[in-house]
Protein backbone atom coordinates (compact mmCIF):
# COMPACT_ATOMS: atom_id res chain seq x y z
CA UNK A 1 0.00 0.00 0.00
CA UNK A 2 1.33 3.56 -0.73
CA UNK A 3 0.93 5.80 2.31
CA UNK A 4 1.88 9.07 2.35
CA UNK A 5 1.70 11.66 5.61
CA UNK A 6 0.09 13.90 3.25
CA UNK A 7 -2.95 12.12 4.02
CA UNK A 8 -2.34 13.56 7.67
CA UNK A 9 -3.60 17.13 6.80
CA UNK A 10 -7.17 17.33 7.64
CA UNK A 11 -9.45 18.57 4.67
CA UNK A 12 -6.06 17.39 2.66
CA UNK A 13 -7.05 14.33 0.14
CA UNK A 14 -4.51 13.39 -1.94
CA UNK A 15 -4.87 10.78 -5.47
CA UNK A 16 -1.64 9.91 -6.85
CA UNK A 17 -1.41 9.43 -10.46
CA UNK A 18 -5.41 10.27 -10.88
CA UNK A 19 -4.95 10.71 -14.62
CA UNK A 20 -3.11 8.36 -16.28
CA UNK A 21 -0.68 9.32 -19.47
CA UNK A 22 -3.17 9.29 -21.73
CA UNK A 23 -5.81 11.52 -20.07
CA UNK A 24 -2.44 13.68 -18.90
CA UNK A 25 -1.70 13.64 -22.53
CA UNK A 26 -5.72 14.76 -23.47
CA UNK A 27 -5.86 17.50 -20.78
CA UNK A 28 -2.07 19.33 -21.77
CA UNK A 29 -3.43 19.20 -25.60
CA UNK A 30 -6.40 21.36 -24.09
CA UNK A 31 -4.38 23.76 -21.95
CA UNK A 32 -1.83 24.90 -25.84
CA UNK A 33 -5.46 24.96 -27.04
CA UNK A 34 -6.52 27.27 -24.02
CA UNK A 35 -3.27 29.25 -23.93
CA UNK A 36 -2.66 29.78 -27.56
CA UNK A 37 -6.38 31.70 -27.21
CA UNK A 38 -5.32 33.15 -23.73
CA UNK A 39 -1.52 33.47 -23.34
CA UNK A 40 0.19 33.07 -20.52
CA UNK A 41 1.43 36.52 -18.85
CA UNK A 42 3.93 36.79 -16.17
CA UNK A 43 1.99 38.93 -13.05
CA UNK A 44 3.67 40.94 -10.72
CA UNK A 45 3.54 41.25 -6.98
CA UNK A 46 1.15 44.76 -5.68
CA UNK A 47 2.43 47.55 -4.77
CA UNK A 48 6.61 46.27 -5.65
CA UNK A 49 5.65 45.32 -8.70
CA UNK A 50 8.44 42.43 -8.75
CA UNK A 51 7.66 39.93 -11.57
CA UNK A 52 6.42 36.26 -10.66
CA UNK A 53 8.51 33.53 -11.84
CA UNK A 54 5.67 31.56 -13.12
CA UNK A 55 3.76 32.75 -15.81
CA UNK A 56 -0.02 32.38 -15.80
CA UNK A 57 -3.47 32.16 -17.96
CA UNK A 58 -6.94 31.16 -16.77
CA UNK A 59 -10.03 29.24 -18.04
CA UNK A 60 -13.71 29.20 -17.28
CA UNK A 61 -15.99 32.30 -16.33
CA UNK A 62 -13.64 34.40 -14.39
CA UNK A 63 -9.69 34.43 -13.92
CA UNK A 64 -7.00 35.19 -11.13
CA UNK A 65 -4.45 37.97 -12.04
CA UNK A 66 -2.30 39.99 -10.35
CA UNK A 67 -0.87 43.13 -10.67
CA UNK A 68 0.68 46.21 -9.47
CA UNK A 69 -3.21 46.90 -8.17
CA UNK A 70 -3.67 44.21 -6.02
CA UNK A 71 -5.09 40.56 -6.63
CA UNK A 72 -8.10 39.98 -7.69
CA UNK A 73 -10.07 37.55 -10.39
CA UNK A 74 -11.89 39.40 -13.31
CA UNK A 75 -13.14 37.90 -16.56
CA UNK A 76 -11.07 39.04 -19.08
CA UNK A 77 -7.75 38.78 -20.17
CA UNK A 78 -5.30 41.66 -19.12
CA UNK A 79 -3.72 42.10 -21.70
CA UNK A 80 -5.92 40.92 -24.67
CA UNK A 81 -9.03 42.20 -22.72
CA UNK A 82 -10.74 39.36 -24.27
CA UNK A 83 -13.21 36.83 -21.82
CA UNK A 84 -11.05 33.31 -20.68
CA UNK A 85 -11.51 30.33 -22.88
CA UNK A 86 -14.04 27.72 -21.49
CA UNK A 87 -13.28 25.18 -18.97
CA UNK A 88 -12.34 21.47 -20.42
CA UNK A 89 -15.26 19.20 -19.52
CA UNK A 90 -12.45 17.01 -17.96
CA UNK A 91 -11.95 19.14 -15.03
CA UNK A 92 -15.88 20.09 -14.78
CA UNK A 93 -15.69 16.11 -14.37
CA UNK A 94 -13.05 15.59 -11.69
CA UNK A 95 -14.87 18.74 -9.67
CA UNK A 96 -18.36 16.63 -9.53
CA UNK A 97 -16.84 13.59 -9.16
CA UNK A 98 -14.27 14.86 -5.90
CA UNK A 99 -16.50 17.79 -4.57
CA UNK A 100 -19.72 16.82 -5.59
CA UNK A 101 -21.65 18.83 -2.89
CA UNK A 102 -19.78 22.24 -4.06
CA UNK A 103 -21.48 24.74 -6.59
CA UNK A 104 -19.83 24.45 -9.91
CA UNK A 105 -16.23 25.95 -10.44
CA UNK A 106 -15.87 29.91 -11.82
CA UNK A 107 -11.97 29.84 -12.30
CA UNK A 108 -9.00 27.83 -13.27
CA UNK A 109 -5.41 28.84 -13.10
CA UNK A 110 -3.08 27.67 -15.19
CA UNK A 111 0.22 28.12 -13.40
CA UNK A 112 3.54 27.60 -16.11
CA UNK A 113 6.80 26.81 -14.14
CA UNK A 114 9.84 26.45 -16.13
CA UNK A 115 12.83 24.98 -14.17
CA UNK A 116 14.32 27.27 -11.38
CA UNK A 117 10.46 28.56 -10.59
CA UNK A 118 8.65 28.64 -7.51
CA UNK A 119 6.13 30.39 -5.47
CA UNK A 120 6.55 31.62 -1.73
CA UNK A 121 4.23 30.12 1.09
CA UNK A 122 0.74 31.98 0.73
CA UNK A 123 -2.90 31.27 1.35
CA UNK A 124 -5.59 31.25 -1.32
CA UNK A 125 -7.68 34.44 0.19
CA UNK A 126 -8.78 36.07 -2.76
CA UNK A 127 -12.16 34.50 -3.23
CA UNK A 128 -15.10 35.28 -1.46
CA UNK A 129 -16.12 32.18 0.21
CA UNK A 130 -13.61 29.54 1.34
CA UNK A 131 -16.79 26.14 1.61
CA UNK A 132 -15.98 25.39 -1.76
CA UNK A 133 -12.67 22.98 -1.84
CA UNK A 134 -9.42 24.23 -3.92
CA UNK A 135 -9.07 21.40 -6.77
CA UNK A 136 -4.90 20.63 -8.06
CA UNK A 137 -4.16 18.77 -10.65
CA UNK A 138 -0.08 18.62 -11.98
CA UNK A 139 1.18 18.21 -15.00
CA UNK A 140 4.98 17.95 -16.52
CA UNK A 141 8.10 17.74 -13.52
CA UNK A 142 7.36 16.68 -10.25
CA UNK A 143 7.36 19.45 -7.49
CA UNK A 144 8.19 19.62 -3.77
CA UNK A 145 5.53 21.16 -2.19
CA UNK A 146 4.87 22.70 0.61
CA UNK A 147 1.90 22.73 3.34
CA UNK A 148 1.97 24.42 6.47
CA UNK A 149 -1.57 25.69 8.74
CA UNK A 150 -3.27 28.90 9.21
CA UNK A 151 -0.82 30.39 11.28
CA UNK A 152 2.17 31.33 9.28
CA UNK A 153 4.10 30.34 11.86
CA UNK A 154 2.68 26.66 12.05
CA UNK A 155 5.34 24.12 11.10
CA UNK A 156 5.16 22.86 7.46
CA UNK A 157 6.30 19.79 5.67
CA UNK A 158 7.19 18.96 2.22
CA UNK A 159 5.43 16.67 0.01
CA UNK A 160 6.13 16.04 -4.09
CA UNK A 161 3.42 16.28 -6.61
CA UNK A 162 3.89 14.46 -10.29
CA UNK A 163 2.10 14.69 -13.35
CA UNK A 164 -1.14 13.03 -13.15
CA UNK A 165 -1.27 13.75 -9.04
CA UNK A 166 -4.70 15.46 -7.52
CA UNK A 167 -5.32 17.03 -4.22
CA UNK A 168 -8.17 18.59 -3.16
CA UNK A 169 -7.84 21.32 -0.15
CA UNK A 170 -10.83 21.45 1.70
CA UNK A 171 -11.71 21.83 6.06
CA UNK A 172 -9.19 23.32 7.69
CA UNK A 173 -6.72 22.99 4.66
CA UNK A 174 -8.61 25.23 2.59
CA UNK A 175 -7.10 28.24 4.55
CA UNK A 176 -3.34 26.19 4.86
CA UNK A 177 -0.17 27.82 3.89
CA UNK A 178 1.43 26.43 0.67
CA UNK A 179 3.95 26.76 -1.75
CA UNK A 180 5.99 25.64 -4.65
CA UNK A 181 10.20 25.14 -3.33
CA UNK A 182 11.74 23.59 -6.61
CA UNK A 183 10.61 21.71 -9.70
CA UNK A 184 12.80 18.61 -9.97
CA UNK A 185 13.66 19.26 -13.97
CA UNK A 186 13.87 16.16 -15.91
CA UNK A 187 11.37 13.99 -14.17
CA UNK A 188 8.67 13.85 -17.31
CA UNK A 189 8.48 13.72 -20.33
CA UNK A 190 5.16 14.84 -20.70
CA UNK A 191 5.83 18.29 -21.57
CA UNK A 192 8.65 18.35 -24.72
CA UNK A 193 11.02 21.00 -23.25
CA UNK A 194 10.26 20.20 -19.42
CA UNK A 195 8.62 22.53 -16.50
CA UNK A 196 5.47 21.79 -14.80
CA UNK A 197 1.86 22.85 -15.33
CA UNK A 198 -0.51 23.35 -12.19
CA UNK A 199 -3.89 24.08 -12.88
CA UNK A 200 -6.41 25.19 -9.41
CA UNK A 201 -9.97 25.22 -9.70
CA UNK A 202 -11.66 27.42 -7.19
CA UNK A 203 -15.33 28.48 -6.83
CA UNK A 204 -15.03 32.46 -6.21
CA UNK A 205 -18.30 33.67 -5.73
CA UNK A 206 -21.00 32.20 -2.93
CA UNK A 207 -23.60 30.04 -4.76
C1 LIG B 1 -3.17 24.18 -0.09
N1 LIG B 1 -0.46 26.73 -6.72
O1 LIG B 1 -2.00 28.76 -7.59
S1 LIG B 1 -1.36 23.79 -6.01
C2 LIG B 1 -1.82 28.66 -6.37
O2 LIG B 1 1.42 23.98 -7.63
C3 LIG B 1 -0.93 27.59 -5.84
O3 LIG B 1 1.02 25.84 -8.64
C4 LIG B 1 0.52 25.73 -6.36
O4 LIG B 1 -0.68 27.57 -4.69
C5 LIG B 1 1.01 25.11 -7.63
O5 LIG B 1 -2.38 29.39 -5.54
C6 LIG B 1 -0.01 24.72 -5.41
C7 LIG B 1 -1.86 22.97 -4.57
C8 LIG B 1 -2.65 23.83 -3.66
C9 LIG B 1 -3.57 24.73 -4.14
C10 LIG B 1 -4.37 25.45 -3.26
C11 LIG B 1 -4.25 25.27 -1.92
C12 LIG B 1 -2.52 23.68 -2.34
C13 LIG B 1 -3.30 24.37 -1.44
C14 LIG B 1 -5.08 25.94 -0.99
C15 LIG B 1 -4.94 25.71 0.35
C16 LIG B 1 -3.98 24.84 0.80
FE1 LIG C 1 -2.10 28.81 -3.64
Known amino acids: MKTSPIHALTGLAYYPDYFDWGAQDALLAE ?6 EA ?17 MSNCGPLGWVSDINGYRYQPAHPDTG ?3 PAMPAAL ?3 WDRLAPEAPPPEACL ?5 PGARMGLHQDRDE ?5 PVISVSLGDTATFRV ?14 ASGDVVVLGGDARLAHHGIDRILAGTSTLLKN ?10 VTAA
Open 92 to 94: TEL
Open 82 to 84: RPW
Open 194 to 203: GGRINLTLRR
Open 128 to 132: DMFDA
Open 148 to 161: GGTSRKDPTRSFRL
Open 31 to 36: IRAIVA
Open 110 to 114: INFYE
Open 39 to 55: PLFQPVMPRTGKPFSVK
